[in-house]
Every structure is written in C-alpha cells, then in structure tokens.
C-alpha cells in the first residue's frame, strides 16, 4: 500500500506554508488529500517555481504549460532555480532560461526534454515487467515443488522470458525442463540465451556443457565446465563431470586431480563413493602401467 501524507507532512517536507498550500487546492493544482508520494513530488516542484519567484496568475500559467509541455511526470521533477535577475528551469538534466518571465523552449531544448522524460518512463516500464518476470519466475518455482503439470509450470517460465528476455533463472529452468525431456535443441536454445544473458552464472554454464557432454560433443562440454569452475572454483558437481570427462579420454592426471578436488569440496554424499571407486581404480591402472613400462625399460 502507497504511504500517504497529511498537509502538515507535506507543508514541512516541501517548505511551503498550510496557506499556499490551500491556494494551490482552490486553483485545482493539486488535488485535496490525502497526499501520495507523486503528490509530495508535485508540490516540491511547485515550491521551487514559488521561491524562484513566479507567483500569481504567473504560477498557475507556468505549471499549465510546463504540464501542457512535458506531462505530470516531467513537472514532478522540474526545479526552477533564480540566478540574479535570471530564472533557470531545471528539468530532467537540462537547464532552460525562461527569458523576461516569458515560458518558451528553443526546440532543441525541448526536443532534449522530452526526450530525458521518456528515457525514464521507459525505464520505468522496464523495471515493471523485470519486476512481472521474477514473479512468474517464482511461480514456475513453486509450480515445480507442487510437482505440477509440466505445460503449467513451461507456461510460467515462458510468461517470465516473454517479459524479460534475459530472465537467465527461467531460461535455464526451460532449458533443464527439455534437456529431462531430452529434447536436445530446445535445450540448448534456452541454455545458449542464459549464457548470452549472464555470461557470469556458473549454473548456465555448468547445465550448458552437461548438455554437450550428454551429446558427445567433449570440446564444448570442456569449455562450459571450465567456465562455470572459472566463475565458481568451488563448484563441486563441475569437478566431478570434468573428472569422468578426463577419465574417458584416457588423461589419468587431469582426472585425479578433479576427484580429488571433488572428494575435498563432498566428501560424506552417495557421489563421494562413486567418485573414490573410480578414482582408486585410476590409481591402480596407473599403478599398473608404470610396472609394466618399468619391466620394459629393464628388458
């Protein structure tokens, strides 16, 4: 719920007095009360044209046409500033002179204006939908722990990716809901935008090269897994693919080495046992073969 402000909030907040703030309602500047935050905005503007000097019937022509120029929202954030005998309106990063107390714009200067308001609104709007997204996002979330429909929960991601493009937690949630599926290409479609989304999240990048590995493509499996350890040296899960990926080319070392790193980071799970099987069975094949190349040399 929006907070409100009574007139003596407002009044001491902008600095104005209760009495032009009653001037203000009777010319139908502002509205009667309760005050939200827009309002405060409002009359905080109001104030500054008031201290710069523009009173009477001046004041109620110069916020019509600042209204009539750059809507409600662009005269919230206007400030008009008194330089001597000049009077400055400051508005959405621009300074324009109001010459001789006359209210005109050079069209470049308004041009400016309108432009900064819209930058902002937009953004505005953008900061909604992102907002829209993690909702749904959080949604597909529990839709998956009420162990739902698999379209309703697909249906909830997708409503977050449609509203923000780089949501990377629902498109790497649509890409492991068709890689389970074992739907390869949509998989990797959604894995590949929340790389290109967030090139810095671990999980895209160990889920990516989990994908690769899966369909036997081991140089693009190496690289995501590489990456994901990069941004998360700790990543358990990443050193035990990487371990099994070595150990299936033949490289001994490498392998060794990512078990062990595994077995130190999760040493008590169901993994930690396979993960010591395979890595004993490594030592004793290498074992093995260094005898066998000793009795060689020695023949």
Aim: glycine share 6%.
């Amino acid at each position: 719920m929006a907070r409100t402000y009574s007139p003596q909030q407002v009044c001491r907040q902008a600095k104005v007095s209760e009495q032009l703030l009653r001037s203000w309602q009777r010319q139908k500047l502002i509205s009667a009360g309760p005050f939200g935050p827009e309002d405060l905005e409002t009359i905080r503007a109001f104030a500054s044209f008031h201290r710069g000097g523009i009173t009477g019937k001046n004041f109620s022509r110069a916020v019509r046409w600042i209204l009539d120029q750059v809507g409600a929202e662009g005269l919230r954030h206007s400030r008009l500033v008194k330089r001597g005998t000049r009077r400055t309106l400051k508005l959405a990063g621009q300074e324009i002179e109001l010459w001789s107390g006359q209210m005109q714009l050079r069209f470049e200067d308004l041009e400016a204006i309108t432009l900064a308001v819209s930058t902002k609104e937009s953004r505005q709007e953008a900061n909604r939908k992102q907002e829209e997204a993690e909702n749904w996002f959080q949604r597909g979330l529990e839709l998956e722990q009420e162990n739902a429909q698999p379209r309703e929960i697909l249906a909830a991601y997708k409503k977050a990716v449609e509203l923000d493009e780089n949501c990377v937690g629902a498109l790497v949630n649509l890409g492991t809901l068709h890689f389970n599926a074992r739907l390869w290409r949509e998989s990797e479609k959604y894995y590949v935008r929340a790389v290109a989304a967030d090139p810095n999240y671990p999980l895209a990048h160990f889920n990516l090269g989990n994908l690769y590995d899966e369909r036997g493509d081991r140089v693009k499996a190496l690289h995501h897994y590489e990456e994901s350890l990069r941004l998360k040296p700790g990543y358990a899960d990443a050193h035990y693919n990487l371990a099994l990926l070595h150990q299936g080319q033949g490289q001994i070392m490498k392998s060794l080495k990512h078990w062990k790193m595994y077995l130190k980071l999760d040493p008590t799970s169901t993994w930690a046992a396979i993960a010591r099987r395979e890595m004993k069975k490594l030592q004793d094949s290498a074992v093995v073969e260094g005898t066998r190349k000793l009795a060689l040399v020695r023949s």
